[in-house]
């Protein structure tokens, strides 16, 4: 099965974000960002296992928008780090994609992602 992408409502909005800052102790990964209203948004992403991001362009899937938060299910990203051991079994692995538009494309593969 391939995997297929959902746009989700996690409380928050990455459209037009700005200031983008990562926070990352080995363990935990912790999101800051002003929203499109300039409100102060800090995200914690548990178990971090990788988080990428990127400014350039990139390929949307025609379940994406360019300013929305989606959830990756039957992510190749959670499957390969199972296949070599960096994650465990037992633990629900998700894999997000925050597509900020004007700032970017965050990744984050953890076990649990919450505004605080």
Sequence with gaps: MSQNIEIIDL???VADAED????????????EFN?????????KCENTLGFKFQNAEY????????DSCHIVHDSEWVKEHLKQG???EGENWLHYKLNFNAAGV???????LAKT
């Design 86 to 88: 960096e994650a465990w």
């Design 11 to 13: 409380g928050f909005s």
């Design 20 to 31: 983008i800052t990562f926070k990352f102790d080995g363990a935990d990964l912790v999101l």
């Design 35 to 43: 929203d499109w209203q300039e409100n102060h948004i800090t995200i």
């Design 59 to 66: 390929e949307l899937s025609e379940s994406e928008r360019f």
């Design 106 to 112: 965050v990744e984050v593969l953890c076990s649990k």
